[in-house]
């Protein structure tokens, strides 16, 4: 198997890694508030990017009609995907789509974009942020 094979299904392990982490600390969430929210899911197309590039985030298992606002947290700070907040309503079957751009600030790295839900529905994915190409001189 070539380098970059390897480097990128080491990503990709990775990047799974964070969203069962993820999924396993909303389930806690969500227990300790007391009442059982729903499972929910979060998926970002494509999952690597640069900054400014422009996303796909796709949501299922919130509660129809719920406002979920979605946003990342670069260094710490929970950040707006795109200029505007991202806040959608769950459509009848509870799911809701968007697009944004990564953030133009977000050093190389993996980030969670995490979708949370009015009625305590969360969701929670990796997204990772590539390094910009150095320019040739």
Known sequence: MHLSARLKSGKIILAFFFLLVGMLSCAGLQEKAGAPAPAATLVITPVTGLPGAVIAIRGSGF?????????????????????????????????????????????????SVKATGDKGTM??????????PEKKK
């Open 63 to 111: 509660i129809p009609g719920e406002k979920i606002e979605v946003v990342t947290v670069i260094d710490g700070v929970l950040t707006e995907l795109g200029e505007e907040p991202i806040v959608k309503e769950a459509n009848e079957m509870g799911a809701f789509k968007t697009k944004s751009g990564i953030p133009i600030m977000a050093a190389p790295g993996i980030y």
């Open 123 to 132: 969701a929670v994915a990796p997204l990772e942020v590539e390094k910009k």
